[in-house]
């Protein structure tokens, strides 16, 4: 069982950065692809970032240039690091673990709000 645990979320001026983290129980966390997600409200759930067991990256195109995701295994921890924050940007950021094909356990998730 792995449990996850999002920090790092608040409230920012437009143009400002934020860098939250995931804090990963349980030993196979350097196996798992680790996803960020986030939700606004009254939208659906969308990806934002991924970082693969081999540190290959990919990125949502609305975030590619501003957000940058990373791991250290040996703290069981992913970051997001975002800049030129935008208020389009507020959302619950969720971390996920998983495979190729499905995800196995997700966060519950910590809040970034981006005023104008």
């Known amino acids: 069982q792995v449990q996850l645990v999002e920090s790092g979320g608040g409230l920012v001026q437009a143009g400002g950065s934020l860098r939250l983290s995931c804090a990963a129980s349980?030993?196979?966390?350097?196996?798992?692809?680790m996803d960020w997600f986030r939700q606004a409200p009254g939208k659906e759930r969308e990806f934002v970032a991924r970082i693969r067991s081999d540190r290959v990256t990919s990125y949502a195109d609305s975030v590619k240039g501003r957000f940058t995701i990373s791991k250290d295994n040996a703290k069981n921890t992913v970051y997001l690091q975002m800049n030129s924050l935008k208020p389009e940007d507020t959302a619950v950021y969720y971390c996920a673990a998983g495979s190729a094909v499905t995800y196995f356990y997700w966060g519950q998730g910590t809040q970034v709000t981006v005023s104008s």
């Open positions: 349980g030993r196979a966390f350097s196996s798992y692809r």
